[in-house]
C-alpha cells in the first residue's frame, strides 16, 4: 500500500527536461498526428530510440489525454508487472517468503523510485526482461511451448524498447544457469533457434516502422548524412555502435561507473548486493548447490561487466538488471540469521547508517531549498509508523524486521522528494512555466524558432498546436508568442526583429543539480534568463 502510494505522489508532477520531456513530446506528436510509423522531434525525422514506449504512451494519451499521468502510467504498470514477475520467478525458484523481500526490494531501490517519476526507457525494460527470464524458468522447467512463446514475446517487447543489447541480462542469465549445472541438453537444444525466430517475427513491427521512415526514404538527412538506414542503425550503430563508440552518437565512460553507481542507484541495498553476491559466488566454487538457481548472479554480474567496456554510461542503466539483484539481496537477507551470522552486525550496521544519513540528508535538503509544506507527506509517516508497529510485535527474524524498517524509512525519504525536493525545483524549468503561461493568456500563439534548439518541455505543455518558424521569416509573424533562450533573444536582435518582451522566466536545467542551486539564499545566482517575446 505504502509502495503504491508513493508511487502516486509522483505521477502527477511535471517531466523532467530534457529526455522525459522529448520521449513525451515526440509520443505527443504520434498523437497528434495519428501516425504511429514515425517519429519526429523538433519538427524532424528522429532515429535513436524503437517504437514501442512512444506507441503505448500515445495510445495513454488517446484514452487518458495528454498529461503527466498519461506519460508515466504505461511505464509504471510495466514496471508493477516487473514486481509481480519478480516475486513469482522468486517464489518457484526459492520461497513464499523471500519472494515477498525481492519484490519490495526491488521497488523500494532508490533508482526504481526515481524512474517511476521520470520516466524513461527503464520501467519498461525492467518489467519486460524479468517477465522473460521468469517464462524461460517456466520453459526449461515445464517445456511448454506455450512459455518459450511469452518468454521470446516479453524478449521482442525490450528489444523495441532499447535495441538488441536488452538481450544481454536474459542470455547470459540463460547461459549462467544452464553452463554452471552442465545442462548441456538444454543449453545444445535446437529448440534455441526456434526462440530466435520468434523473436524476429515478433519485432517485425519495429523494423517495419524503421524501413517505411528511413530505409525506403533515402533523400532523408540523417545525422547530417542521405542515406541513412533505420534498421542499420537498430541492429548496428545504437546498439554495438554505441558499445565501440563508432556511432553518430558517441559517450565516454569509465570502466568502474556502474560498479559504484549501483552503491546509491540501489540504495538501500546496493553494499548487501556485493556481499550477497560474494557469499552466493564462494558457497558455489567448490562444489555447485544443484537446487540453487544462477540466472541471476550471471545476468547480473555480467551485465554489469559488458556495460563497464562500453563508453554510454549512464546511472539509469543498471535499473534493468534491478529484479535480478533483488532476488540475491532477499535470499541472503532471509537466510542471514541461519548462515551468515558472522557478517549479521555488519548487515545492521550498513542498514542502519544508511538510515541514518538517510534521515539527516532529508533534513538538509529540507532547511536548504526551502520548500512549501505539503502535509501529504505527514500521511505517509503515520503510515510508515503503523507498519512499523505491527512489524515490531511480529515474530519476525531480527534481520527480516530491520529489512522491512530500512524500507519504510527509504520510503519516507522518497515521499518527501516527491512531495518538498521536486515539486520545489521543478518549478525552475522555463520552459514548462512559460507554457503554462502561452496556454492561460495567449491561446494559439505559442511558437518556436525553427532551429533545433531543445525547447522539450515547452513544446509538451503547450496546450495548443505548435508552429515552428524558420528564423528569416520571424518578422511577418505579427502578434504570435515566441519562446527563446539568451542566444535566441540575441538572434532577433541582430536581425532586427520588431519584438517587446512580455515575459521574463527562470530557468535551470534540474537533470543537473548543484549545492548553489539548492540553496535558497544562492539559488536565484544559479539561475539563467529564457523569454516570452510578441512580434510587433
Not at 368 to 375: G, L, Q, R
Request: net charge positive; glycine share 4%; charged share 15%.
Amino acid at each position: 500500500m505504502l509502495i503504491i502510494i508513493v508511487t502516486i505522489l509522483g505521477l502527477p508532477l511535471d517531466l523532467i527536461n530534457p529526455d522525459a520531456a522529448l520521449y513525451a513530446t515526440i509520443s505527443k506528436t504520434i498523437f497528434e498526428n495519428n501516425d504511429f510509423i514515425n517519429l519526429y522531434s523538433l519538427g524532424y525525422d528522429w532515429l535513436d530510440k524503437p517504437h514501442l514506449p512512444f506507441w503505448l504512451t500515445a495510445i495513454s494519451y488517446k484514452i487518458f489525454g495528454v498529461s503527466n499521468f498519461a506519460y508515466k502510467i504505461p511505464g509504471v504498470l510495466v514496471f508493477f508487472l516487473g514486481i509481480w514477475m519478480t516475486y513469482k520467478f522468486t517464489k518457484e525458484n526459492y520461497n513464499k517468503k523471500t519472494a515477498f523481500i525481492a519484490a519490495i526490494i526491488l521497488a523500494t531501490a532508490t533508482h526504481s523510485v526515481i524512474s517511476n517519476f521520470d520516466v524513461r526507457a527503464e520501467p519498461y525494460l525492467t518489467g519486460f526482461i524479468i517477465a522473460s527470464l521468469y517464462y524461460s524458468d517456466r520453459f526449461l522447467k515445464l517445456n511448454k511451448l506455450y512459455y518459450l512463446i511469452l518468454a521470446c514475446l516479453f524478449a521482442a517487447f525490450a528489444i523495441m524498447t532499447k535495441g538488441i543489447f536488452a538481450l544481454i541480462p536474459i542470455i547470459f542469465a540463460l547461459l549462467g544457469e544452464l553452463v554452471v549445472k552442465r545442462n548441456w541438453k538444454q543449453l545444445l537444444n535446437p529448440v534455441w533457434f526456434l526462440a530466435a525466430f520468434l523473436i524476429f517475427i515478433f519485432i517485425i513491427p519495429e523494423l517495419y516502422s524503421l524501413y517505411l521512415q528511413f530505409d525506403l526514404h533515402p533523400e532523408k538527412i540523417v545525422f547530417d548524412k542521405n542515406n541513412t538506414s533505420g534498421i542499420q542503425f537498430f541492429f548496428w550503430d545504437s546498439q554495438f555502435g554505441r558499445f565501440f563508440n563508432t556511432a553518430p552518437i558517441k559517450g565516454s565512460g569509465d570502466k568502474f561507473f556502474f560498479f559504484h553507481t549501483i552503491l546509491w542507484a540501489f540504495l538501500p541495498w546496493g553494499i548487501i548486493f556485493y556481499i550477497a553476491s560474494f557469499f552466493k559466488i564462494k558457497q558455489n566454487l567448490k562444489k555447485v548447490i544443484q537446487k540453487e538457481e544462477f540466472y541471476t548472479i550471471f545476468g547480473s554480474l555480467f551485465t554489469i561487466l559488458i556495460f563497464s567496456l562500453s563508453k554510454f554510461q549512464l546511472a539509469h542503466y543498471t535499473n534493468i538488471i534491478f529484479p535480478f539483484m533483488a532476488i540475491i539481496v532477499a535470499n541472503f537477507i532471509y537466510k542471514l540469521e541461519v548462515y551468515y551470522k558472522n557478517v549479521f552486525k555488519s548487515y545492521r550496521a550498513i542498514l542502519w547508517f544508511q538510515n541514518i544519513v538517510g534521515l539527516l540528508l532529508m533534513i538538509y535538503l529540507f532547511v536548504v531549498i526551502k520548500p512549501k509544506v505539503n502535509y501529504l507527506f505527514f500521511v505517509v509517516i503515520i503510515i510508515s509508523l503503523l507498519i512499523y508497529v505491527i512489524i515490531k510485535k511480529s515474530n519476525e527474524q531480527k534481520s527480516i524486521k530491520l529489512f522491512f524498517f530500512s524500507s519504510l524509512i527509504f520510503l519516507t525519504i522518497y515521499s518527501f522528494l516527491l512531495t518538498h525536493f521536486y515539486p520545489t525545483i521543478l518549478e525552475y524549468q522555463g520552459g514548462v512555466t512559460a507554457a503554462k503561461f502561452v496556454n492561460k493568456n495567449y491561446p494559439n500563439q505559442g511558437s518556436l524558432i525553427d532551429n533545433k534548439e531543445k525547447h522539450f518541455g515547452f513544446e509538451f505543455y503547450l496546450k495548443d498546436s505548435l508552429k515552428r518558424v524558420d528564423s528569416l521569416q520571424i518578422s511577418k509573424e505579427k502578434g504570435r508568442i515566441f519562446f527563446v533562450d539568451k542566444n535566441e533573444y540575441q538572434l532577433l536582435l541582430r536581425q532586427n526583429v520588431n519584438f517587446k518582451v512580455i515575459k521574463e522566466v527562470d530557468n535551470f536545467r534540474v537533470s543537473k543539480i548543484n549545492s548553489k542551486f539548492l540553496n535558497s539564499n544562492t539559488r536565484p545566482a544559479s539561475l539563467s534568463k529564457k523569454y516570452l517575446v510578441e512580434i510587433q
